[in-house]
């Protein structure tokens, strides 16, 4: 499984920023997908899923703020950020093997590189 995220970056608060992973090496269409973050000195947590069916989950810290999208056909996942705050700082991962137990969005297997957001005016 291999998990490319791009688009991070220093943005002040307020802005906007868009992330994408391109995944591949595992049945994209139809896993559960989500994006995941871990600020300096916390545990890493989970931002947005979307399910094969297009089904949505937030976090309540960015509910409101951040949409999640996904496009099939090019195996990739969007989390489109925009009303950013400095609490929103830390690298941002996705994982496209989750699994959806009792409403909770589990990740397994690989994580990739990541993509760091900084919000600092």
């Known amino acids: 499984v291999q998990l490319q995220a791009s688009g991070g970056g220093l943005v002040q608060p307020g802005g906007s920023l868009r992330l994408s992973c391109v995944v591949s090496?595992?049945?994209?269409?139809?896993?559960?997908v989500g994006w995941f973050r871990q600020a300096p000195g916390k545990e890493r947590e989970l931002v947005a899923g979307?399910?094969?069916?297009?089904?949505?989950y937030y976090a309540d810290s960015v509910s409101g703020r951040f949409i999640i999208s996904r496009d099939n056909a090019k195996n990739t996942v969007y989390l489109q950020m925009d009303t950013l705050k400095p609490e929103d700082t830390g690298v941002y991962y996705c994982?496209?093997?989750?699994?959806?137990?009792?409403?909770?969005?589990?990740?397994?297997?690989?994580w990739g590189q990541g993509t760091l957001v900084t919000v600092s005016s």
């Open positions: 090496g595992v049945p994209f269409s139809i896993n559960p």
């Open positions: 994982n496209a093997e989750v699994r959806i137990v009792a409403d909770l969005w589990l990740p397994f297997g690989s």
């Open positions: 979307i399910t094969g069916g297009g089904t949505t």
